[in-house]
């Protein structure tokens, strides 16, 4: 990556206005800022049935100051090769199209158009904003959700298949640039914003998004949650362009002095653990242990 942009470099002008119906301390509120920033005013959103309609609102009124598409819920990625293909028809090459969905819609319903689309390389911006289930529709079970977790559709015996890899079905596609936010760190959202914003082809963000209402803590410890996922390595910052993968922000200063938080810390401050068997917790930890020294080994460390 570039150098950080500073604080007081990010553009003034604000893209969601005051007030909208996400829930109190939803970690997509604040990435959402941030990637509107980067890609600026020349944006067409695309949106299947997510937590992302929630707060686009009710049609007339919206507090997104950006063109918006609602889609279907398997289809935001086909909606937006279509779009892609219609501005470049039109010569309007100069604007982004970003399609945005959640987990469920990602993971699981969506992957299908997503996949052909990554295959085909066609022009715009794919976000997945994970928060871990279908936090939209009730809090039901997705395959990003982690083993151990309580959900509506497993609420007695947690999950007890690991959260799927989605970073490394998308790599398997070699699309130009793929890369994981956090919205605990704007700065690192918006700078990768910035950069795949003027590369061309499909582009993947992975944003990690943590859910106070599902995940079941206290809505002013969204930023702290967040900034455990990664200083656990539970979800590493990283970006792959054309291949090369390199650490970036927090996770970068973790390869480098080679201290990480363990698994335990992070799970004890979310409800849907409270019935985690001490089995899944050494599991848990495991697959972050081997998931991360794979990546530093991709990166050279």
């Not at 959700?145 to 398997?172: E, H, N, S, Y």
């Not at 590369?199 to 599902?214: K, Q, V, Y």
């Amino acid at each position: 990556m570039s150098a950080r942009t500073a604080i007081l470099e990010y553009p003034e002008k604000e893209y969601i206005l005051p007030g909208n119906r996400l829930c109190a301390g939803c970690g997509v509120n604040i990435a959402y800022r941030f990637m509107l920033k980067a890609l600026g005013q020349k944006t067409i959103i695309c949106i299947p049935a997510c937590c992302i309609t929630i707060l686009h609102g009710i049609y007339p009124k919206t507090p997104i100051l950006a063109t918006t598409v609602n889609t279907t819920f398997a289809s935001t990625a086909s909606t937006a090769s279509g779009l892609a293909a219609g501005l470049k028809a039109t010569g309007r090459d100069d604007w982004n199209v970003l399609a945005v969905a959640g987990d469920g819609g990602t993971f699981d319903m969506g992957i299908q158009s997503l996949s052909g689309a990554a295959e085909r390389g066609d022009n715009f911006i794919y976000v997945c904003y994970d928060n871990e289930a279908y936090m939209n529709t009730g809090v039901q079970r997705s395959s990003a959700t982690p083993a151990g977790a309580l959900t509506t559709t497993t609420p007695i015996v947690p999950k007890r298949q690991p959260k799927k890899d989605f970073m490394q079905i998308m790599d398997a596609h070699g699309i130009p640039y793929l890369a994981t936010v956090s919205s605990s760190y704007p700065g690192d959202v918006y700078d990768k914003f910035l950069k795949g914003r003027d590369i061309e082809g499909t582009r993947f963000f992975h944003l990690s998004a943590p859910c106070p209402t599902g995940w079941w803590y206290p809505t002013k410890d969204t930023v702290k949650i967040g900034r455990m996922m990664v200083e656990s390595c539970v979800f590493p910052l990283y970006e792959i362009e054309k291949g090369r993968l390199k650490l970036t922000g927090k996770s970068l200063s973790i390869a480098r002095s080679g201290r990480k938080k363990p698994v335990d810390e992070y799970i004890a401050l979310q409800g849907r653990f409270k019935k985690i068997t001490s089995e899944q917790v050494t599991e848990f930890q495991r697959k972050v242990d081997d998931k991360w020294q794979a990546l530093l080994k991709r990166a050279g460390f």
